[in-house]
């Protein structure tokens, strides 16, 4: 008898909680998510004006073309920009390997953006992030760029200066980070100013 009424109890014990935790308690949140949070609950995702979803703001994206802003380099995947295979490249600041990829990098992005062998170039432009997709470069990196997005989209450098300036995020809570600029988002925007 009593292990009769305990093994109810159990039963109904793991359908009440399977009820409330695994279709209440979910769809609540969810609910509230939609409601306060759409967009970042269905993952920040950008369209272009046709409304077809082009990516996320929250996951960085190759460009390459001289008429872009270029991003952080990736680690993520054997081509880079990776989303199932996010992750940095592990490798310690004092690995000859990182420290070579590094130089070739800053000779590489000063090549490409027509600067002198003394210009510092930012660190951003030479390291991936520790997710690889890193989404974001600093306005230092963008700055660097502006003049070589300027030349081959046929713009001055000043409009493409601000560009940058009106799609700087500022510090989160005003004093966590740097400022950046979201790397599609401005490659977007200069999309639209053709």
Excluded at 61 to 81: I, K, L, M, T, V
Excluded at 155 to 180: A, M
């Amino acid at each position: 008898m009593e292990l009769v009424r305990q093994t109810r109890t159990a039963v109904l014990m793991i359908i009440v909680l399977t009820i409330l935790t695994g279709f209440a308690y979910p769809f609540l949140i969810y609910g509230l998510a939609q409601g306060m949070f759409p967009a970042q609950a269905n993952g920040s995702l950008v369209r272009d004006a046709n409304g077809r979803v082009i990516g996320s703001s929250l996951i960085g994206q190759n460009f390459s073309g001289p008429g872009y802003f270029h991003p952080r380099p990736s680690a993520a995947g054997d081509q880079g920009y990776d989303a199932t295979s996010s992750g940095g490249s592990n490798l310690a600041p004092t690995n000859e390997k990182l420290i070579d990829a590094v130089k070739q990098r800053a000779v590489a992005y000063r090549q490409e953006n027509d600067l002198s062998p003394d210009v510092p170039v930012p660190v951003d432009a030479v390291t991936a992030s520790g997710s690889g997709l890193d989404p974001d470069i600093s306005l230092a990196n963008a700055y660097l760029q502006a003049r070589r997005v300027a030349g081959a989209r046929g713009l001055s450098e000043s409009q493409v200066r601000w560009l940058i300036d009106q799609h700087t995020q500022g510090r989160v809570f005003w004093v966590l980070g740097e400022p950046r600029v979201n790397v599609l988002e401005l490659n977007m925007a200069l999309d639209k100013s053709k």
